[in-house]
C-alpha cells in the first residue's frame, strides 16, 4: 500500500536543499575558511550562497552573518529579495523577517543577518561576524571591502565565508585561490541547464561559445591577461561599466574590409563611434562578420544611415579603389574617406589603447567578440588578423585626430 507524504513532511522535502542540489552547490567536507564558487552564469551561484547561509542559521552554525553584494542594490535584489535570494528559497516555518530600513533580516532563532555594499568598505570596519556570504566578488571595486570582512570574521571558533563569482582577472583573486584555506569550486552554465530557459542557452552558446567571454562568462574560466597585450580586461571592463552622457561631436563608420569572403574568410570590421562633447569617444556598434564584398557595403552604409554619421572610413591598403567603388554602388552620395597603413598594427593600434588607459573611452553595450580581439592582441608575427580590432582603430584614430567634416583627402596612419 502506497504511503501518502503529509503537506508537513512534503514542504520539508520541497526545502531539503541536499536532496535537490548538484554536488557542486554543497558546501565541501574539512575545515575550511573560504568556500570560493567561481562559475559561470546560470550555474546556481546564488542559490548556492542562500541556502549555505540558511543552513549555518537553522543549524546554529552562525548567529550573525554579513550579505555583501556589489551594490546595495545587488544585495537587496539579488542576495535576498531575488528569485534565488534568501527569502524565496527559506521554508514558512523559518522564513527570516526583513527590514529593509536596516538592512537586516532576523531569524526566528534569533540569528541576524546584515547586508553590506562592496562600493563602501567602511561599512565593515567595527561589526563582528561568524559567516559571510559575498557575491560577484571579482567585480568589487576595492579590495579593501574584503580585507575589512576578513578582520570582523571573529565570533565562533571557525568562522566560513562563501564567496560566489562569475569568474573575472583580479590579482588578489588569483591570491586567495592559492590560499590553503580556501576551496575553489569550479562550473559552467551548462551544468545547469535543465534548470535554465532553452532559448537561453542555446542563444548564449551561438553568441559565445568559443570566444574568451564565453570561456570566462559560461565555462567559469579563470582567465588571466595576455602577456604582452596592449588591453586588459580591466581597461575594457572600465570602458564597459561607463555610459554616454555627453552629445555625440562627430560619429563615423569603419571598416577593415576582408581580401576573401567565405566561411574560411577573415571577417570585415564595421566599427560605428563618435566623438562626445566632453572630449571622450563612445563605441556605439560592432557589425562586424564574414561577408561578401557587396554585403559588408551594405551593411556599413546601412549603419552610416542609421547613425547619420559623418563618414565612412575604410581601410584602403587592399584594392583602395574597388573598397572605394563598392561603396558607391550602394551610395554615391556617401562621405568616404580611404586610409592607409603605414606602420605596423601594433603601433597604430598602441595610442588608441592608450585612451583606454585614461578612461576616454567607452563602450555603450557589451562587445564580446570585439572585447576579446582587444584583450588578446599582442601584435606579435603570425598572430591572426583582428579585423575588429582594426576597423576600431582606424574609427577612433580618424576621431581623435579629427580630420574636418566634407573632406575627401586620404591619410596615412
Request: proline share 6%; charged share 25%.
Amino acid at each position: 500500500m502506497m504511503e501518502v507524504l503529509s503537506n508537513r513532511d512534503a514542504a520539508t522535502l520541497l526545502f531539503d536543499w541536499e536532496i535537490w542540489a548538484r554536488e557542486k552547490q554543497l558546501p565541501p567536507a574539512g575545515d575550511w575558511r573560504v568556500w570560493l564558487i567561481l562559475a559561470g552564469r546560470g550555474f546556481g551561484k546564488t542559490r548556492t550562497g542562500a541556502e549555505w547561509v540558511r543552513s549555518a542559521i537553522e543549524s546554529g552554525r552562525c548567529g550573525r552573518v554579513a550579505l555583501v553584494g556589489e551594490t546595495a542594490a545587488d544585495a537587496r535584489d539579488v542576495m535576498v529579495e531575488g528569485e534565488s535570494g534568501i527569502l524565496r528559497i527559506s521554508p514558512p516555518w523559518s522564513r527570516p523577517k526583513y527590514e529593509p530600513s536596516k538592512r537586516r533580516l532576523t531569524w526566528p532563532n534569533g540569528a541576524i543577518a546584515t547586508t553590506f555594499s562592496a562600493e563602501d568598505p567602511e561599512q565593515l570596519r567595527g561589526p563582528q561576524f561568524d559567516g559571510a556570504w559575498c557575491d560577484e566578488i571579482a567585480k568589487w571595486r576595492y579590495r579593501d571591502t574584503w580585507d575589512n570582512l576578513v578582520l570582523g570574521l571573529r565570533l565562533g571558533d571557525r568562522p566560513q565565508v562563501v564567496a560566489t563569482s562569475t569568474p573575472r582577472p583580479r590579482a588578489w583573486l588569483t591570491e586567495l585561490m592559492a590560499d590553503p584555506d580556501v576551496w575553489v569550486t569550479q562550473g559552467g552554465t551548462l551544468e545547469n541547464a535543465s534548470n535554465l530557459s532553452k532559448s537561453f542557452v542555446d542563444s548564449v552558446v551561438r553568441t559565445y561559445g568559443g570566444t574568451r567571454l564565453g570561456r570566462q562568462e559560461l565555462d567559469g574560466e579563470m582567465l588571466t591577461d595576455v602577456p604582452g597585450a596592449l588591453w586588459s580586461r580591466d581597461m575594457v571592463e572600465a570602458a564597459r561599466r561607463k555610459t554616454v552622457s555627453a552629445d555625440p561631436v562627430r560619429i563615423v563608420v569603419a571598416v577593415d574590409p576582408a581580401v576573401s569572403s567565405g566561411v574560411n574568410a577573415d571577417e570585415t570590421g564595421i566599427i560605428a563611434a563618435g566623438s562626445l562633447t566632453d572630449g571622450t569617444f563612445a563605441v556605439f556598434e560592432d557589425r562586424s562578420d564574414r561577408l561578401s564584398p557587396d554585403a559588408w557595403a551594405r551593411k556599413a552604409v546601412a549603419l552610416y544611415r542609421s547613425r547619420q554619421a559623418d563618414a565612412i572610413v575604410a581601410e584602403g591598403n587592399q584594392g583602395g579603389d574597388l573598397v572605394r567603388e563598392v561603396l558607391r554602388v550602394v551610395d554615391p552620395s556617401a562621405n568616404i574617406r580611404l586610409v592607409h597603413a603605414s606602420r605596423g598594427k601594433r603601433v597604430r593600434a598602441e595610442p588608441i589603447a592608450a585612451l583606454y588607459e585614461q578612461g576616454r573611452i567607452i563602450h555603450a553595450q557589451p562587445f564580446p567578440a570585439l572585447e576579446d580581439q582587444l584583450c588578446s592582441f599582442t601584435g606579435a608575427e603570425g598572430e591572426q588578423s583582428p579585423d575588429r580590432l582594426d576597423a576600431l582603430v582606424w574609427a577612433l584614430t580618424d576621431l581623435a585626430s579629427g580630420p574636418a567634416f566634407g573632406s575627401s583627402r586620404e591619410f596615412l596612419i
